[in-house]
């Protein structure tokens, strides 16, 4: 099983400021990698597959980078809306599939 | 637009099968291109894949589950449904049910659509 590892667990960002969230795979997920935001009582939401591609109507301000194990979402000026926890998901495991989370972030208000 | 609605009883006692559906509107299971999911997160945890199945009824399963997960599907409903047997309080959770479109090569990508979740209690 790929283990998805996040850093840092909790992160504390004024408004307006760039928040960088990091993903670690124990083994090359190559850009099978997806980030998801989930705000409290909601379903996750895709932003970034592939590594770096936005998802449909995701805001530009939102970019994600890397490849094989070391990845990275940057918010680039953070709005009070992108305040919530952001999972990263390898789906390189194939086959058979064995799709893996992080334990996720938490990006709170400073 | 795609939603996903997941239905199913929110308690189930300790031995017995937990059992939710998911109805899909917006698109036809049966149009292929996607595989539709189970995922489920335990309260104020992370996410876990429970499994896919493809509208042809193929299926994958997380291993660490397999042994207990059935997932089904029924075209003629636009509904994919989850049976987990034998549940414990350590399955207590919310499922969501998802869509993941399918890559070039056949395999899972990244889940676009997601249901709002439903919460599952285990306990008597």
């Known amino acids: 099983e790929i283990v998805m590892t996040q850093s840092p667990a909790t992160l504390s960002v004024s408004p307006g400021e760039r928040a960088t969230l990091s993903c670690r795979a124990s083994?090359?997920?190559?850009?099978?990698l997806a980030w998801y935001q989930q705000k409290p009582g909601q379903a996750p939401r895709l932003l970034i597959y592939?590594?770096?591609t936005r998802a449909t109507g995701i805001p530009a301000r939102f970019s994600g980078s890397g490849s094989g194990t070391e990845f990275t979402l940057t918010i680039s000026s953070l709005q009070s809306e992108d305040f919530a926890v952001y999972y990263c998901?390898?789906?390189?495991?194939?086959?058979?599939?064995?799709?893996?989370f992080g334990q996720g972030t938490k990006l709170e208000i400073k | 637009q795609v939603q996903l609605q997941e239905s199913g009883p929110g308690l189930v006692k300790p031995s017995q099968t937990l059992s939710l559906t998911c109805t899909v509107s917006?698109?036809?299971?049966?149009?292929?291109?996607?595989?539709w999911s189970w995922i489920r997160q335990h309260p104020g945890k992370g996410l876990e894949w429970i499994g896919y199945?493809?509208?042809?009824?193929?299926?994958y399963y997380n291993p660490s589950l397999k042994s207990r997960v059935t997932i089904s599907v029924d075209t003629s409903k636009n509904q994919f449904s989850l049976k987990l047997s034998s549940v414990t309080a350590a399955d207590t959770a919310v499922y969501y049910c998802?869509?993941?479109?399918?890559?070039?090569?056949?395999?899972?990508?990244?889940?676009?659509?997601w249901g709002q979740g439903t919460l599952v209690t285990v306990s008597s």
């Open positions: 998901q390898q789906y390189n495991n194939w086959p058979p599939p064995m799709y893996t």
């Open positions: 083994q090359s997920v190559s850009s099978n």
């Open positions: 998802a869509r993941a479109q399918i890559s070039e090569l056949g395999t899972a990508m990244a889940s676009d659509y």
């Open positions: 199945i493809y509208y042809s009824g193929s299926t």
């Open positions: 592939g590594a770096s």
């Open positions: 917006g698109g036809s299971i049966s149009s292929g291109g996607y595989y």
